[in-house]
C-alpha cells in the first residue's frame, strides 16, 4: 500500500515502514547509484513532494540526501515536545530524579554536587565509560564557580582519582541548569539537546573538535541535567585566551575567527545532510524541534518607542549616520512592529525548504568555541556551549553567531559568513544553496534571533544608565559601558540597524514572505 501523495509533503517527518529497510538512491531514479540503506523505523524528513519516477513514486529526502521509495515510509507525525507545562514545572524542578539515559540521580545544582561528593561521581564516571569499572573519583579537590551570568550555572571541577588512566583528566568542567524559575523555565528547551549530542560524541566521529565528554544527563520529568566535560585550557599555547561576546576588537584576526566558525557550521550540517553521523540524528534531534522562536513581547509599540527614543534623543552618536533620522526611524518602527507580530509566519517559511534547514549550532559566538593554530600556521577551532543544538534554519544560526560583530565590519562578515558557508557546505558533500537565497533567510531569521530579544529584554537594560551618563560618551569603548556590559547591547543594536540601512531591509524580507510575492 503507498503513501497517499498529499501526506509526503516537504518538512514532514515519517518512518521507514519496510521491514527490509529502504535503500536511497542518489538520483530520483531507482537505477541510479545506491548511497544508502536506511533500517527499519528510521526516521526521515521529506525535503521534496513525490514525484514519479520509473512508474512509481519516489521522494526526496533531506538526510541522507537522496531518493527512496514513497511506499517505503509512512507518516510519523511531528516530534513530542519536550517542554512540560509551567504549573507543573514550578512543583517538580526542583526533583531530584534519575536521569533518561544512565537512570543515576543526579545533582541539579553545585550546592548539591558538593553534598553527592565523590560516590556520586564515581558511579557517573562509570556508567560513562569515563572511568574503569576498578576506578573510582576520591575526593573534589574543587569547585570554583565561574561567576559569569548566563544561561546555565557553571564551575571549573577538579577532581583526584584512585589511579591514573590514559587520557583521563582531573581539571573539569561542570554545568548545571540556571538558577530563579522563570529564567529556568524559559530555557529549558536548551538543555535536552545539549546532552544528546555531547552523548553523542562519544559513539559518532564529529565534523569538528568538542570538548572530551565525562558524563552528562537529562531528566524529561523536571527538566533537569548535567554535564560534565573536559576543562578547555585557555591561553595555555597553542590555545588562544578566551574571547568574549561583545569585544571582537580584542581578537586577532577577527575575520578568519568568524570564516573557521562558519566552516564549522557548515561541516556539521553537510555531516548531517550525508548521513556521516548515522541515521539516527532525526529521532534524537527531530525537525525543527530547534527552531528559534519568542513569545509575543509584553508593550511591544512601548519598548520599541522607548528605543527608538534611546536612538534619536539621547545617544545618537552611538549609532551609525542616518539612523536616527526622522523618517528612518519611522520606517524601521513600522517595520519590527509587522515582523514581531507576523513571526510565526515568518519562522515557518524559515523551515518550509527544508534544503535550508539542518542539525546546526544555534549560538555560535567567537565566545562558545576555543581557538589553536596548528603547525602550518592554519586557525583551528573546536565548538563549546551546545544549548539549543537541533535542526533549524541555517539562516538563524548565522544570524545568532554573528550577533555582535564590531559594527564597521558587521556587514563584511555578513557576506563573508554566508560565502563560506556556501563552499563549505558544498566542498563537504552537502547541497551547494544559493547565497542570495541565504542571505534573504538571514535577514528574516533576524527577527527571531535579535529583534525579538532586543525589544524585549536589551531595553530596559540600557536604562540603567541615567541619561545624562550617555551625553558626554564619544563611542562604545566608553569605559562605563564596558564595565556594565552595555556596550554589548549598543553594538548590537547598531548592527541591526545597518541591515536597515541596506537597499533591501529584514523589514522588506519580512513582508514579502508575508505577502507571498517570494
Not at 539549543?388 to 565590519?409: C, E, F, H, Y
Amino acid at each position: 500500500m503507498s503513501v497517499a501523495a498529499n501526506a509526503i509533503m516537504p518538512g514532514t517527518r515519517h518512518r521507514v515502514r519496510s521491514g527490509q529497510g529502504a535503500t536511497v538512491t542518489a538520483l530520483g531514479a531507482e537505477t541510479s547509484e545506491v548511497t544508502h540503506l536506511l533500517p527499519p523505523d528510521a526516521f526521515v524528513v521529506v525535503a521534496e513532494a513525490p514525484v514519479v519516477r520509473d512508474d512509481a513514486q519516489r521522494v526526496r529526502i533531506a538526510s541522507p540526501h537522496g531518493w527512496l521509495k514513497a511506499s517505503d515510509i509512512e507518516p510519523a507525525g511531528p516530534a513530542k515536545s519536550l517542554k512540560l507545562d509551567y504549573e507543573t514545572f514550578k512543583t517538580c524542578h526542583e526533583d531530584i530524579a534519575p536521569g533518561d539515559h544512565y537512570g543515576l540521580k543526579f545533582p541539579i545544582s553545585l550546592l548539591l554536587l558538593r553534598e553527592f561528593g565523590p560516590e556520586f561521581l564515581t558511579a557517573a564516571f562509570r556508567a560513562s565509560g569515563a572511568i574503569s569499572e576498578d576506578n573510582e573519583v576520591t575526593e573534589i579537590v574543587e569547585l570554583k564557580p565561574l561567576g559569569i551570568m548566563g544561561a546555565s550555572e557553571n564551575a571549573f571541577l577538579t577532581v583526584a582519582y584512585a589511579r591514573s588512566e590514559p587520557g583521563l583528566q582531573t581539571e573539569l568542567f561542570v554545568k548545571f541548569p540556571p538558577e530563579g524559575v522563570d529564567y529556568k523555565y524559559a530555557l529549558t528547551v536548551m538543555s535536552q539537546g545539549e546532552v544528546e549530542f555531547l552523548r553523542l560524541s562519544q559513539t559518532v566521529a564529529l565534523p569538528m573538535p568538542v570538548a572530551k565528554y565525562y558524563y552528562c544527563d537529562y531528566c524529561s520529568s523536571t527538566s533537569n541535567y548535567i554535564l560534565i566535560t573536559e576543562r578547555i585550557a585557555f591561553g595555555v599555547p597553542p590555545i588562544e585566551p578566551a574571547y568574549r561576546k561583545g569585544r571582537d576588537h580584542l581578537v586577532p584576526d577577527i575575520e578568519g575567527h568568524y570564516r573557521v566558525l562558519a566552516k564549522s557550521l557548515a561541516k556539521l550540517v553537510a555531516a548531517h545532510k550525508t548521513g556521516a553521523m548515522g541515521y539516527g540524528l532525526e529521532a534524537s534531534f527531530p525537525f525543527p524541534r530547534a527552531a528559534r522562536d519568542f513569545n509575543p513581547i509584553d508593550n511591544l509599540e512601548e519598548n520599541i518607542d522607548r528605543l527608538i527614543d534611546f536612538i534619536a534623543r539621547i545617544a545618537p552618536h552611538l549609532f551609525p549616520a542616518g539612523a536616527a533620522d526622522v523618517e528612518f526611524l519611522k520606517t524601521w518602527r513600522e517595520d519590527l512592529i509587522f515582523g514581531l507580530t507576523h513571526k510565526d509566519a515568518v519562522i515557518a517559511y524559515l523551515h518550509s525548504d527544508v534544503d535550508y534547514t539542518g542539525l546546526c549550532h544555534p549560538n555560535l559566538n567567537v565566545d562558545n568555541a576555543w581557538y589553536w593554530r596548528d603547525a602550518a600556521g592554519e586557525l583551528q577551532v573546536g565548538l563549546l556551549d551546545w544549548g539549543g543544538v537541533g535542526q533549524m534554519s541555517i539562516a538563524q544560526a548565522l544570524s545568532g553567531m554573528l550577533m555582535m560583530p564590531d559594527p564597521d565590519l558587521y556587514l563584511q562578515l555578513r557576506q563573508d559568513a554566508i560565502a563560506t558557508f556556501v563552499d563549505e557546505c558544498a566542498a563537504s558533500g552537502g547541497m551547494r544553496l544559493d547565497p542570495a537565497k541565504l542571505l534573504f533567510h538571514y535577514k528574516a531569521s533576524l527577527y527571531s534571533t535579535a529583534i525579538c530579544t532586543i525589544i524585549g529584554v536589551v531595553v530596559n537594560f540600557l536604562f540603567r544608565l541615567p541619561e545624562e551618563d550617555y551625553k558626554p560618551m564619544v563611542d562604545r569603548f566608553d569605559s562605563r559601558l564596558q564595565e556594565s556590559g552595555l556596550s554589548s547591547a549598543i553594538i548590537w543594536i547598531d548592527n541591526i540597524l545597518r541591515e536597515w540601512l541596506e537597499p533591501v531591509t529584514p523589514g522588506d524580507v519580512c513582508r514579502q514572505i508575508v505577502g507571498g510575492s517570494c
